[in-house]
Every structure is written in structure tokens, then in C-alpha cells.
């Protein structure tokens, strides 16, 4: 991924604040303020414990444009580092497996979600614009469709089977 200039770190909205509930617009992945906001995802994430991804509707804006990075997860087994797509789509997903989940955005509750556990992604990187696809697999598939989702205006709640699928966050000290 290109260098990014140093981001801040924002605040992350909690639902059932609308704009996480608002699909994202498509953006110019060369514009200043798109890579400002790739910057910001990336910095706001690093100092979230836990957090391996952080979409722009989590910052209060709603643009198709999300951070990943699931380095040193114990679930990941492939590991693209640390990158921003912008405009990402989901080209393949196969091997639906159901796994836990939990958000930022949702603090006090996690779901089983069934997610793909082989999954191909399209999207634009930020500055340079240039288009990518990525092949993964595992734990760092489930979190590109998990932002995916945030950037259709979708939380992992909208995807549970039914309130037998939720469970409150355990607090480990």
C-alpha cells in the first residue's frame, strides 16, 4: 500500500447511530480527504485493542472505504498487513462457515454470523487509485466481509439468525 500522511484518532459511533445504517457513497481514492480518512481508519484502529478492521461509517461518515489489518490474530492464517480498499466488492465467497463476531460499534454484544472462509475482494487502494484483488482465507475473510458490510450500511446484528445468535460481550481482565 502507498504511504499514508500521519491520521488522527476519531471517535467511533455506537448503534444505533443512523449512519451505520447508511450504505456508503463511492469515492475518488486519490482525493485528499479520502486519503485522509484512510489515514484516520488506520490510526484510530491501531489504538483500539483488538480492533483488526474499522470501516468510514464507524467515524460518522458514509463512504465505501474501510481498514484491515489482522496481523498476529491466532485465527488468521493468511495475512495481507496492514491496508485501506476503497469501492471493495466481494467477487467470490465460499466455504460458509458460522463464527462469533463483535464490533466497535456494538460494545456490548457479539452474534454468530455465518461468513465465507475463502473469499476474493476488489477494491482501490488509497492515493494511488490503483485496483487490486485480494484472495484470503479464514479470519481475515470474515473481516473484509464484516467491513464490507459496514460500507453497505449493515452491522453484524442485521445478519444474525435471531436473538438466540446474540450474546453479551464477556469482559476479560
Same mark, same amino acid.
Given at each position: 500500500m502507498p504511504p499514508l500522511p500521519a491520521g488522527r484518532v476519531?471517535?467511533?459511533?455506537? !448503534?444505533?447511530?443512523? %449512519?451505520? #445504517? $447508511?450504505?456508503?457513497?463511492?469515492?475518488d481514492p486519490t482525493a485528499p480527504e479520502v486519503i485522509a480518512l484512510a !489515514?484516520?481508519?488506520? #490510526? $484510530?484502529? #491501531?489504538?483500539?485493542?483488538?480492533? %483488526?478492521?474499522? /470501516? #468510514?461509517?464507524?467515524?460518522g461518515? /458514509?463512504?465505501? %472505504?474501510?481498514?484491515v489489518d489482522v496481523t498476529g490474530h491466532p485465527k488468521a492464517r493468511t495475512c495481507h498487513g496492514e491496508f485501506v480498499l476503497c469501492n !471493495? &466488492?466481494?467477487?467470490? /465467497? $465460499?466455504?460458509?462457515?458460522?463464527?462469533?463476531e463483535g464490533c466497535m460499534s456494538v460494545p456490548d454484544f457479539t452474534g454468530d454470523v455465518a461468513r465465507a472462509r475463502r473469499l476474493v475482494v476488489r477494491g482501490q487502494?488509497? &492515493?494511488t487509485g490503483e485496483w487490486v484483488t485480494l484472495e484470503t482465507d479464514a479470519f481475515e475473510a470474515v473481516a473484509l466481509q464484516h467491513e464490507i458490510d459496514h460500507t453497505d450500511g449493515m452491522i453484524f446484528l442485521d445478519r444474525v439468525a435471531g436473538?438466540?445468535? &446474540?450474546?453479551p460481550r464477556r469482559t476479560y481482565l
Open positions: 476519531l471517535q467511533v459511533v455506537q !448503534a444505533p447511530d443512523p %449512519v451505520l #445504517a $447508511t450504505p456508503g457513497m463511492m469515492v !489515514a484516520d481508519l488506520l #490510526a $484510530t484502529q #491501531a489504538v483500539s485493542p483488538g480492533c %483488526v478492521g474499522l /470501516a #468510514a461509517q464507524q467515524v461518515i /458514509a463512504w465505501r %472505504v474501510f481498514s !471493495a &466488492v466481494v467477487e467470490s /465467497a $465460499t466455504r460458509k462457515e458460522r463464527g462469533r487502494l488509497p &492515493v436473538p438466540h445468535a &446474540v450474546h
